[in-house]
């Protein structure tokens, strides 16, 4: 899913401070457009704008509050953020009260304003983005298989356009959790094949009838067959076999498999006849199989011909900054599979989520934001505040990760956009991806 840029529009009628004020936040690497009157800002917002409201409030013609006034009726979740040099603190309650997400009042503290603008900008991404995700469910669409916008992701989802055309074997590494069979699915949708997804866990089938599930059985080859089985691999002709913890794949049966793999052709039990077979084969697994293969538990020469290519998936504790967009998706789906409503997850809630662990990862999350939606929801889950260290290591980790999803990765220029040096950003990189 293609997030679009957040953009501050500053309503602001004197020409100085609105030029001045423009120069501060684009030197912030906050995208602005300015407006002398609000009446103009007003007639340039469309629909679910990806915008983030600063407006003066005393103004001729229409004042910042009743800017604000409008905004609400426009969309009551855009964000709005309102400065005045006046000190009226009646105005500042009325305004906080009508729904506005902060006030400042001039002189004001540049580092906080821009704090607060972020804060605004992340908020109206995620209401945008849900909204999206909504769209989809309600016209039985289905959303990108992979969410999320850190570097990570980005990463991710990169290498699989790169090569979801091709025949290449793929092996997936990732914590229990992580989206394995999503990033699967999603090579299967972008390769172009007409054939079927076919998932298998490989530690789920029972030994003694892994041969004839994997690769079928002529009629008589064991008691109780009694007419052709058509098995996983030959399902799959023409579109992708999943080997889920291929680890649990028998010893005996790996040499079938790398035959399949080697030279597309495979024999059911009790036939003779070689049956051609075009599957692509993509595997998943948590260990280190070749770790597995000098302990004799998995053939090396398997391991290496599943490995053409190979996709390492982060754990959510390494993306924390897709965290509110997945609970988002989460609690989406959760309403629609359990016909429940829900108020949108409050910040709190969001920012606690974020500074979780996640041991069990994404997996761990959609059951998490299934217990919000169905009220079951732990009170030390939904209610516990951060404690400020908390809050600014999650601030900090999300500040990072934009930078670098700006600057493409590019650590030296995400350095120069964060104010720090280069030796801290890389410190911090691997504290926050571990």
């Known amino acids: 899913m293609t997030r679009p840029p957040i953009e501050i529009w500053l309503v602001e009628d004197d020409e100085d ?26 007639k340039a917002l469309t629909a679910d704008a990806p915008v983030v409201m600063l407006s003066d409030v005393r103004m001729p013609g229409m004042d910042g509050l009743s800017l604000l006034r409008q905004l609400q009726k426009h969309d009551a979740e855009l964000p709005v953020l309102l400065l005045t040099g006046h000190g009226d603190i009646r105005m500042a309650v009325e305004a906080m009260r009508m729904g506005a997400q902060d006030f400042f009042e001039k ?24 909204r999206r995700l909504r769209r989809c469910l309600a016209a039985g669409k289905q959303p990108d298989l992979l969410l999320g916008h850190t570097p990570e992701m980005d990463l991710l989802r990169r290498q699989i356009d790169n090569i979801a055309d091709t025949s ?17 699915r999603s090579l299967h949708q972008g390769s172009g094949r007409k054939g079927h997804f076919v998932a298998v866990n490989c530690t789920a089938l029972p030994e003694s009838i892994f041969e004839s599930e994997m690769f079928g059985a002529e009629p008589g080859a064991f008691t109780g067959v009694t007419k052709r089985r058509i098995g996983k691999v030959e399902h799959a002709d023409n579109g992708t076999l999943f080997l889920d913890e291929i680890e649990g ?29 075009d599957a692509r084969v993509v595997a998943a697994t948590k260990i280190d199989l070749q770790e597995a293969g000098r302990a004799g538990l998995f053939r090396p020469d398997l391991y290496f011909r599943l490995n053409v290519v190979t996709l390492a998936l982060p754990p959510l504790r390494q993306r924390r900054a897709d965290i509110p967009l997945l609970f988002l998706h ?7 599979q359990y016909n429940r409503d829900a108020a949108p997850p409050p910040d709190a809630l969001l920012q606690q989520l974020i500074c979780r662990d996640w041991p069990g990862n994404v997996r761990e999350l959609r059951h998490v934001a299934e217990q919000y939606v169905l009220g079951v929801l732990p009170v030390t889950a939904a209610q516990s505040p951060l404690t400020l260290p908390e809050q600014l290591a999650a601030l900090e980790q999300q500040l990072i990760f934009d930078a670098m999803h700006k600057s493409q990765n590019q650590v030296a220029q995400a350095a120069e956009q964060l104010g720090i040096p280069r030796k801290t950003l890389y410190d911090k990189l691997a504290r926050y991806r571990q």
Not at 17 to 42: I, M
Not at 110 to 129: G, K
Not at 330 to 336: D, G, I, R, V
């Open 249 to 277: 794949m028998p010893l005996p049966l790996q040499a079938k498999m790398l035959r399949v793999l080697q030279e597309s052709v495979l024999e059911r039990l009790g036939g003779n006849q070689l049956i051609n077979v």
């Open 107 to 130: 002189p004001y503290q540049p580092e906080q304003l821009l704090h607060s603008l972020r804060q605004a900008m992340e908020r109206r991404a995620l209401v945008l983005d849900n």
């Open 168 to 184: 290449a074997s793929v092996l997936i590494l990732g914590e229990t959790g992580t989206g394995k069979e999503l990033v699967a």
């Open 17 to 42: 401070v609105r030029q001045t004020l423009l120069q501060t936040l684009q030197l912030s690497d906050l995208p602005a457009r300015g407006f002398s009157r609000a009446e103009h800002a007003l």
């Open 330 to 336: 989460f609690t989406e789906q959760a309403k629609e």
